[in-house]
């Protein structure tokens, strides 16, 4: 059923510097590092000063572990992979953490961000994490946190039920466009029973253990922590949430819980990675904080989302007069001589436009490319093959674009990775809230270049527009 969004005021108010002093003070005892696996490169918007390795090896995760910080990134990019990548993924992962904790005698804590609207390779990556760490150590998993709030883009949490903003509407997110996803579909939107589906009736609703919004706004910290430290089985914790002051509230029993010796995995969306790594709030950055240096040439805008909100971000930024559009037809991609030229003129396009100041937005079809029922991993190689076609644009380019901004998840993250050719960002902060910017590494193709990751599902109609005003200035 839906909400009005008036709702979520309708909960009593904590006293917010208490809670900060007990937070702080709980995190001053919590001496493990924090790795975040993110399965796109969009879970770093609520961060800043943070280190993002696009790799896994074992000298870029001792590198995350000598770091000052009590938190890193690695950036996964596991959405775009196939149920049996992100097994071998995860697995290298765990094993590689292993290797590097033991050496550094360092206790550690995974969090594995997934997606505020619950699509992703859940509970498959969560579950190999546990099997690899289980087998190559003495660290037994009691239990799995899932807490998919995050502000930012409207993902709120109440009477367990996960719901998704669409302006004064909360909707169900089982109700949503996300839940239709082909790859990651699901049909619950109360997330015990999302787990009970997802699990294929492994993990059951009636045995989770939810953390009330009643809970937390008492302050009922000791109990919280009490109900923590009797999970066992590597059962669900589901936590409700609908603001920052909830996560902030439920991190102090977890915390509590943990120092008691319990050990657990988390699958959440970008707000607990803050709480638990301590980052403090940070302004919106400024075009000076993000273009230093002018180059004279036009910036590029790259969009390879397809969710209802990114086309409407998109035709929000044709109302800018000075934007060159280009629309790539990946539908070609069943073409594969087609294709290729397609990108060619699509390349040879954009850089020519580029060197003469013009900033240009490059946009797939909007029309998803259905190839009917049962096709999903067909469907998603064939994704896989377009994002490499689009992340060729920025491979192939000769010259260093003002700024660049990539729309969506795996484009982004493909953008960042091959096509800048990161291997480890620094999160400068946010340009719009939940739109994140990585300062490139000296490694990149562009080092120092301010690059915008835009999440495909993030952000009001007008933010797409805002944020290439913002750059263009």
Same mark, same amino acid.
């Given at each position: 059923?839906?909400?009005?969004?008036?709702?979520?005021?309708?909960?009593?108010?904590?006293?917010?510097?208490?809670?900060?002093?007990?937070?702080?003070?709980?995190?001053?005892?919590?001496?493990?590092?924090?790795?975040?696996?993110?399965?796109?490169?969009?879970?770093?918007?609520?961060?800043?000063?943070?280190?993002?390795?696009?790799?896994?090896?074992?000298?870029?995760?001792?590198?995350?572990?000598?770091?000052?910080?009590?938190?890193?990134?690695?950036?996964?990019?596991?959405?775009?992979?196939?149920?049996?990548?992100?097994?071998?993924?995860?697995?290298?992962?765990?094993?590689?953490?292993?290797?590097?904790?033991?050496?550094?005698?360092?206790?550690?804590?995974?969090?594995?961000?997934?997606?505020?609207?619950?699509?992703?390779?859940?509970?498959?990556?969560?579950?190999?994490?546990?099997?690899?760490?289980?087998?190559?150590?003495?660290?037994?998993?009691?239990?799995?946190?899932?807490?998919?709030?995050?502000?930012?883009?409207?993902?709120?949490?109440?009477?367990?039920?996960?719901?998704?903003?669409?302006?004064?509407?909360?909707?169900?997110?089982?109700?949503?466009?996300?839940?239709?996803?082909?790859?990651?579909?699901?049909?619950?939107?109360?997330?015990?029973?999302?787990?009970?589906?997802?699990?294929?009736?492994?993990?059951?609703?009636?045995?989770?253990?939810?953390?009330?919004?009643?809970?937390?706004?008492?302050?009922?910290?000791?109990?919280?922590?009490?109900?923590?430290?009797?999970?066992?089985?590597?059962?669900? @914790?589901?936590?409700?949430?609908?603001?920052?002051?909830?996560?902030?509230?439920?991190?102090?029993?977890?915390?509590?819980?943990?120092?008691?010796?319990?050990?657990?995995?988390?699958?959440?969306?970008?707000?607990?990675?803050?709480?638990?790594?301590?980052?403090?709030?940070?302004?919106?950055?400024?075009?000076?904080?993000?273009?230093?240096?002018?180059?004279?040439?036009?910036?590029?805008?790259?969009?390879?989302?397809?969710?209802? %909100?990114?086309?409407?971000?998109?035709?929000?930024?044709?109302?800018?007069?000075?934007?060159?559009?280009?629309?790539?037809?990946?539908?070609?991609?069943?073409?594969?001589?087609?294709?290729?030229?397609? @990108?060619?003129?699509?390349?040879?396009?954009?850089?020519?436009?580029?060197?003469?100041?013009?900033?240009?937005? @490059?946009?797939?079809?909007?029309?998803?490319?259905?190839?009917?029922?049962? %096709?999903?991993?067909?469907?998603?190689?064939?994704?896989?093959?377009?994002?490499?076609?689009?992340?060729?644009?920025?491979?192939?380019?000769?010259?260093?674009?003002?700024?660049?901004?990539?729309?969506?998840?795996?484009?982004?993250?493909?953008?960042?990775?091959?096509?800048?050719?990161? %291997?480890?960002?620094?999160?400068?902060?946010?340009?719009?809230?939940?739109?994140?910017?990585?300062?490139?590494?000296?490694?990149?193709?562009?080092?120092?270049?301010?690059? @915008?990751?835009?999440?495909?599902?993030?952000?009001? %109609?007008?933010?797409?527009?805002?944020?290439?005003?913002?750059?263009?200035?």
């Amino acid at each position: 059923m839906k909400e009005k969004i008036e709702i979520l005021d309708t909960f009593p108010k904590v006293e917010t510097q208490a809670v900060n002093e007990l937070l702080e003070k709980a995190l001053k005892s919590l001496n493990k590092k924090i790795i975040v696996l993110d399965d796109d490169p969009t879970g770093v918007q609520t961060v800043h000063d943070i280190s993002v390795f696009t790799d896994w090896t074992v000298e870029s995760i001792e590198q995350g572990f000598n770091e000052d910080r009590s938190m890193f990134f690695i950036l996964t990019n596991s959405r775009g992979f196939t149920a049996e990548e992100t097994e071998n993924a995860h697995r290298e992962i765990a094993e590689n953490i292993l290797k590097v904790a033991k050496r550094l005698n360092c206790e550690f804590i995974i969090i594995s961000r997934g997606d505020s609207t619950l699509r992703g390779h859940y509970p498959l990556e969560t579950k190999i994490l546990k099997e690899t760490i289980e087998s190559g150590s003495e660290l037994k998993m009691d239990g799995e946190v899932i807490l998919p709030f995050f502000k930012e883009g409207g993902r709120f949490t109440l009477n367990n039920i996960h719901y998704v903003q669409y302006g004064e509407e909360l909707v169900p997110a089982g109700e949503t466009e996300f839940a239709k996803d082909r790859t990651f579909g699901y049909t619950k939107s109360h997330l015990g029973e999302w787990i009970e589906e997802k699990s294929n009736g492994e993990f059951l609703a009636e045995n989770t253990l939810y953390i009330t919004l009643e809970q937390l706004r008492s302050m009922k910290v000791g109990e919280i922590a009490e109900q923590l430290i009797q999970v066992n089985g590597f059962n669900k @914790v589901v936590v409700n949430a609908v603001d920052e002051i909830d996560v902030k509230t439920f991190t102090i029993a977890l915390v509590q819980a943990m120092n008691a010796g319990k050990n657990f995995l988390f699958r959440s969306a970008a707000a607990l990675p803050k709480v638990l790594g301590g980052v403090s709030d940070k302004p919106l950055l400024t075009k000076e904080e993000l273009v230093q240096e002018d180059t004279g040439n036009g910036g590029l805008i790259i969009i390879g989302s397809h969710v209802k %909100k990114t086309t409407e971000q998109l035709e929000e930024l044709k109302k800018l007069r000075d934007i060159q559009f280009i629309e790539f037809n990946s539908h070609l991609v069943l073409q594969p001589e087609e294709f290729n030229k397609e @990108v060619n003129r699509v390349i040879e396009t954009t850089e020519s436009l580029i060197r003469s100041g013009k900033t240009v937005a @490059v946009y797939t079809r909007r029309e998803r490319l259905d190839l009917g029922e049962d %096709k999903k991993e067909e469907e998603l190689k064939l994704s896989v093959a377009i994002s490499d076609a689009v992340t060729s644009i920025v491979t192939r380019l000769q010259v260093r674009p003002n700024f660049l901004v990539a729309k969506g998840g795996i484009t982004s993250s493909d953008v960042g990775t091959k096509g800048l050719q990161v %291997k480890r960002a620094t999160v400068a902060g946010q340009i719009r809230p939940g739109i994140p910017v990585w300062r490139t590494g000296a490694e990149s193709k562009y080092p120092g270049m301010s690059y @915008v990751i835009f999440p495909g599902n993030v952000g009001t %109609k007008d933010d797409l527009k805002t944020v290439v005003e913002i750059l263009s200035k």
